[in-house]
């Protein structure tokens, strides 16, 4: 009887065993299709209880945050927005430590030993020859990523799965969590510009007062003095007041100060960019001076600035007509003869780096009168001649679905947007007028996130948007303002092209580019997040695209004040996953192309150096055994 009770319990227990997986299954919640990130927070068994329905979109593009939807889609979509694009990196090999088990007292007699020491004599040489032949070999490009770096990855893996599945609150938790604020954040926030405002009741008392004397002395008819005094103080300490700004302006047009006026007006669009009364003063003036490039590019930047202003089309029509204005002008100047062949040669050759020679200028002034669509396409097919590019699909699509996407709210549609890779490991971006972007792919390598690379990619594309490259080649002198846009072609891609754009112009592509970013669902502080990582890297001779930038610091402090005051998103959609798996592909293109421009040189350096006299006697008296 004992030994049938001790068979059952053994039995029991052995079903018990096999059962017990199933019944922790069970009881254990279905768990995300992710890599291993660890413990899970209590956001992960958030997922069962929202009532949104998370999109399935892998990109922010399509992103529709609490949209009401039946349990059997829940089921699907969590499945497809959780799944983990790629697979987790592997940190850089750390030099570890074995640890050796106790020697083993084994009796050996001497003919075993010395067999024993041989071999490892030899396993020694073999290794030393080993370590010799890997340090003799080129760094990989493919990154190697610290411990630190791949746990802020598993922290915005995580975000960015909450965010594709709609789940933009929670996401916005671990984004915060994973990105630290600003350091004067809190100071920018104190040192916000006053509301524009219009209506004098709201000035200050010292404000009220200089505008009541400004009335006074102007109903008098008081000397100019005592009239533009009130205008000039009020507009320096309370510029939120936008009539003032439009008055001083008026009041020096009509005293003959053009220049002074123009200045004033220029000052308050600085202040205040989105004000359209200020915007529209500033175009007149600017279609009174026959400055006609000048005042389309005004009205064009409102219209892209602010889209939903009840005035942007209004803008954009004035853009198109000063456009076309100026570029009738231009067309009476270059047919009668005003700039020469010779210039204009000199134009298309530093501009189109024609190897024959310049081209004709009949081509030139028909390129520079078709406009910014005609000069891109034209410099495009050009440089993608000289440059070497990445053909990879998997790279190029990823590429050009960022631009896309940045294209999409960049408001200038008239454009066929282009995108190419440059093979080339420094970090370097350009954009041609029209549209055409070409990216080196260092600048793939040296980003964190879609939403770095994005950030780079807008910069760039905000250049051309703005018409800040066809405003260098056409404005003023045109050889010298074409020589600035392309100086030359360097020995290597990261070199190719530096644009000398103005201090403005840089701005203005930071401010729109981020604003860019922002509108394409991605993390707003691309581009400031880019800079502070190179600024911080101890290097003598900075980046392509940082040399080309001064100033960064002082770039990354104005950044982060925009992105206060707008109040846009920095923690939206940043990307990490995928960016990375196309990191490690653009790494192995470059060790690839590396690998065969080598044994390319290598072939070339196997010639027979070529004989002189003295070297065909060392050879003879080498044959003949004699001393040389």
């Avoid at 549209?435 to 980003?447: D, E, P, Q, Y």
């Avoid at 360097?490 to 530096?498: E, H, N, P, Q, V």
């Avoid at 920095?570 to 690839?592: C, F, T």
Wanted: aromatic share 8%; charged share 25%.
């Amino acid at each position: 009887m004992k030994l049938i009770r001790k068979t059952s319990l053994i039995i029991l227990w052995s079903i018990i065993g096999e059962l017990s997986p199933l019944l922790v299954l069970a009881q254990t919640p279905k768990p995300i299709d992710s890599v291993n990130l660890g413990e899970r927070s209590w956001i992960a068994q958030k997922t069962t209880e929202t009532t949104s329905t998370p999109s399935s979109s892998q990109t922010p593009e399509n992103h529709q945050p609490n949209k009401p939807s039946t349990p059997a889609d829940n089921t699907t979509t969590v499945n497809e927005c959780w799944q983990p694009n790629e697979t987790l990196p592997q940190p850089q090999p750390v030099a570890q430590i074995e640890e050796s088990s106790p020697p083993q007292t084994v009796k050996e007699n001497s003919d075993s030993s010395a067999a024993s020491q041989e071999i490892d004599s030899q396993q020694s040489a073999e290794e030393e020859a080993k370590q010799s032949q890997e340090k003799e070999k080129p760094v990989s490009f493919i990154p190697k990523p610290t411990s630190e770096e791949i746990a802020l990855y598993q922290q915005l893996a995580q975000a960015d799965r909450y965010y594709r599945c709609g789940q933009s609150t929670v996401a916005e938790k671990l984004y915060r969590e994973a990105k630290k604020p600003f350091e004067a954040e809190i100071k920018y926030q104190r040192e916000l510009i006053p509301q524009a405002i219009y209506d004098p009741q709201y000035l200050q008392p010292g404000g009220a007062v200089y505008w009541r004397l400004y009335q006074e002395a102007l109903k008098e008819k008081r000397l100019q003095s005592k009239i533009i005094a009130p205008l000039k103080l009020l507009t320096e300490q309370h510029p939120e007041f936008i009539p003032a700004h439009l008055e001083y302006a008026k009041i020096l047009k009509e005293y003959g100060q053009k220049e002074q006026a123009q200045e004033v007006l220029e000052n308050a669009i600085t202040l205040y960019p989105n004000e359209a009364p200020l915007v529209k003063a500033k175009v007149e003036a600017d279609m009174a001076a026959k400055k006609w490039l000048d005042a389309s590019l005004t009205a064009r930047r409102f219209a892209l600035f602010n889209p939903d202003n009840y005035l942007a089309a209004e803008f954009l029509q004035l853009a198109n007509e000063n456009l076309q204005r100026y570029k009738n002008d231009l067309r009476s100047k270059l047919t009668l003869g005003a700039v020469g062949n010779a210039v204009l040669g000199g134009i298309g050759y530093a501009f189109f780096g024609n190897i024959g020679g310049p081209i004709s200028a009949i081509e030139t002034v028909t390129l520079l009168i078709q406009g910014e669509k005609a000069i891109g396409e034209s410099s495009a097919k050009h440089f993608q001649k000289r440059l070497t590019l990445i053909e990879d699909e998997e790279v190029l699509s990823y590429v050009r679905e960022i631009g896309k996407k940045l294209a999409a709210v960049a408001g200038r549609n008239e454009f066929n947007y282009e995108f190419y890779v440059v093979m080339d490991d420094n970090l370097n971006a350009f954009a041609l007028p029209g549209g055409k972007v070409f990216i080196n792919a260092g600048a793939i390598l040296k980003t964190n996130s879609e939403a770095e690379l994005a950030g780079l990619m807008a910069h760039e594309l905000s250049h051309a948007v703005l018409s800040h490259s066809f405003q260098i080649m056409t404005g003023g002198n045109l050889l010298a303002n074409a020589t600035q846009f392309v100086p030359y072609l360097g020995s290597s891609a990261g070199d190719l092209i530096t644009l000398n754009y103005s201090r403005d112009m840089e701005r203005e592509a930071d401010i729109f580019g981020t604003r860019l970013l922002a509108a394409s669902g991605y993390a707003a502080d691309g581009v400031r997040n880019l800079m502070v990582v190179l600024e911080k890297e101890d290097d003598p001779s900075p980046p392509a695209w940082l040399s080309t930038h001064p100033d960064t610091s002082d770039r990354v402090k104005y950044v982060e004040k925009m992105l206060v005051q707008e109040r846009l998103n920095r923690y939206a959609y940043e990307g990490v996953e995928r960016h990375w798996k196309i990191r490690n592909r653009v790494g192995e293109l470059l060790d690839k192309y590396r690998q065969e421009k080598e044994e390319k040189e290598g072939k070339k350096s196997k010639k027979p150096p070529e004989t002189t006299p003295k070297t065909q006697q060392i050879i003879q008296q080498q044959q003949e055994n004699r001393p040389i």
